[in-house]
């Protein structure tokens, strides 16, 4: 762990916070003097996190789909002078694959990174954040992609889903104490997270038997190259960071806070299509942008 704490407010930590999204709302905090606790997956990026030098900021290891590493990381939190006062859930990563070639241990990892770690880190610091006297506050960091789904990409929606839904019912949950609950639903955004989840997609794809290979081949080529497209013309990072810094500072935050014109169009488009025709648009869309 590096950094000094310079302050007798509480703190805020934050997950995922070696890159992206994550990142950009260390600095952002940081520069407005708020204590924060950066936690990060134990590598290089942790290393240079530390190194960095930001003011008000504490670096910690934390890989969310280990138990152990969840735990110490909520005990190092509960032990900081001054409490934890708010948590953003903003870690993740994302997984492309046919359903016919998933690999099961790649979905739990999944779950574990995107939900189930970050209800067991929500899980114990809820004391400390119920005991916040500035009132403690939850973001959970989700995507327009909690509210639709994708072939290929329908795991990382699902997990968002899952975030999206116990959002809501921690919010209900939580209403008498003074802990508000809120969801940063970001539409595309120029980060790396896709990029991983593409390379193992192709690889995945060689599983199938080739009298299959057809059904599967092009509708893939066509999610991974939307997905990239969209990335590349995505919000930068610093833009949702933004958002989640005002969901911890608003004095009565909103539940949703939608950033992007693509989240709040598509969530509109998907709300007032329903099911059947929102499903043949998207698979439209898909087949009509053919990759240059
Ligand atoms: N990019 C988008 O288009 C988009 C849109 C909507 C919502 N979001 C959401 O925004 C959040 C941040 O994503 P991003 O786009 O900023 O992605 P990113 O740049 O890839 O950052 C993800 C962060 O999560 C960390 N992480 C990965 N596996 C972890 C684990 N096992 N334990 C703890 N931390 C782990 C990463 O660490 P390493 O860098 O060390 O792997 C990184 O710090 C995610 O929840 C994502 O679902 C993203």
């Not at 407005?32 to 590598?43: E, I, K, N, Q, Y």
């Not at 390379?199 to 290979?213: F, I, M």
Request: hydrophobic share 45%; charged share 20%; aromatic share 6%.
């Amino acid at each position: 762990m590096s950094g000094t704490p310079t302050s007798a407010q509480g703190w805020t930590v934050v997950t995922g916070a070696s890159a992206g999204i994550g990142l950009e709302t260390v600095r952002s905090l940081s520069a407005a003097g708020r204590p924060v606790l950066a936690l990060a997956l134990p590598d290089d990026a942790l290393t240079a996190l530390g190194a960095a030098g930001l003011g008000s900021v504490r670096v910690a290891p934390l890989d969310l789909a280990d138990a152990a590493s969840v735990g110490a990381a909520a005990e190092l939190a509960l032990g900081l002078p001054g409490g934890v006062r708010a948590l953003v859930n903003n870690a993740g990563v994302a997984l492309v694959s046919p359903s016919e070639t998933l690999e099961p241990a790649a979905l739990r990892r999944l779950f574990d990174v995107n939900f189930f770690g970050a209800v067991e880190l929500t899980r114990r610091l809820l004391p400390a954040l119920i005991g916040s006297p500035e009132g403690g506050r939850v973001v959970n960091v989700s995507s327009m992609l909690g509210r639709m789904s994708l072939p290929f990409a329908w795991p990382y929606c699902a997990t968002k889903h899952a975030v999206e839904a116990w959002s809501a019912g921690l919010r209900m949950e939580l209403h008498r104490t003074g802990v508000k609950v809120c969801v940063v639903r970001a539409g595309a955004v120029n980060t790396a997270i896709w990029a991983p989840a593409h390379v193992k997609a192709r690889a995945l794809l060689q599983g199938v038997p080739p009298e299959r290979l057809d059904l599967y081949h092009k509708i893939l080529e066509r999610v991974v190259h939307r997905s990239r497209k969209m990335a590349a013309r995505g919000l930068p990072p610093a833009r949702v960071a933004g958002v989640i810094v005002r969901a911890l500072r608003d004095d009565r935050p909103r539940r949703v806070y939608r950033v992007g014109g693509d989240a709040v169009w598509y969530g509109l488009g998907r709300r007032v299509l329903g099911d059947g025709a929102w499903e043949r648009l998207t698979l439209w869309r898909l087949h009509a942008d053919r990759p240059k």
